[in-house]
């Protein structure tokens, strides 16, 4: 499978732990998205790697949010001291420089008990 | 900063009926449209994209959308609607000089047989 893949597919966590999110982009994408997805909701824009550098970063990301991409491939987003706010799907997804499409993982789905 | 608006939460036709789908969008520059498909617990998936050139753009599964720049809408259509397309649907605006692709809340159609 040559997608882009998300690790895990669901984590149930107790509030106060913290998370990781994994995410492998398509081979040779060097943008890569992280989004989160809330029910009812549409998708939205959390952070953006070109490379393994974090060009823009929304408002949404607070200081218990973290995303790193090192050497430019696979990327992960900690979430430190999980609040029931933060469950939600993150999405990520990825595209090649010069591309308009962005392609989606399956998503995480991180609840917060 | 570029935002979409999806009218109508739901929609819901008859099998074999007009599928539309209602998105206008809101940029200070040219922009890139998109609609995407999200079946349950998964990602997104390109259905089609406007970025230059005719306006009327075709897509994937017999789904069509026409860049109306007047109007600042992208509607979705299919002519005739089949039980798979039973799915939530959303509009997607790009603008060309930034890399923050913003999304609707979302439309869920309904196919009744």
């Known amino acids: 499978d040559t997608g882009v893949s998300q690790d895990p597919r669901h984590k149930i966590t107790k509030r106060g732990q913290n998370v990781t999110f994994r995410c492998d982009p398509i081979?040779?994408?060097?943008?890569l998205y992280w989004y989160r997805q809330t029910l009812g909701q549409g998708p939205e824009f959390l952070t953006y790697?070109?490379?393994?550098?974090?060009?823009?970063k929304s408002r949404l990301l607070s200081d218990r949010f973290s995303a790193e991409r090192p050497k430019g491939s696979f990327s992960t987003l900690e979430i430190q001291r999980t609040e029931q706010g933060d469950s939600a799907m993150y999405l990520c997804?990825?595209?090649?420089?010069?591309?308009?499409?962005?392609?989606f993982g399956q998503g995480t789905r991180l609840t917060v008990v | 900063a570029q935002s979409v608006t999806q009218l109508g939460s739901h929609v819901s036709v008859s099998e074999g009926a007009l599928v539309l789908l209602r998105c206008n969008y809101s940029?200070?520059?040219?922009?890139?449209l998109f609609w995407y498909v999200q079946y349950p617990n998964q990602g997104l998936q390109l259905l089609l994209k406007?970025?230059?050139?005719?306006?009327l753009v075709k897509g994937i599964n017999g789904f069509e959308a026409e860049f109306k720049k007047s109007e600042t809408s992208f509607h979705l259509t299919k002519p005739s609607a089949h039980m798979s397309d039973a799915a939530e649907y959303f509009c997607?605006?790009?603008?060309?000089?930034?890399?923050?692709?913003?999304f609707g809340a979302g439309t869920r159609l309904t196919v009744k047989p």
């Open positions: 940029s200070s520059v040219p922009p890139y």
């Open positions: 081979s040779e994408h060097n943008r």
């Open positions: 997804a990825s595209r090649p420089t010069g591309t308009t499409e962005a392609f």
């Open positions: 790697f070109q490379n393994e550098a974090q060009l823009e």
């Open positions: 406007y970025t230059t050139g005719a306006t």
């Open positions: 997607a605006v790009s603008e060309r000089n930034n890399n923050d692709m913003r």
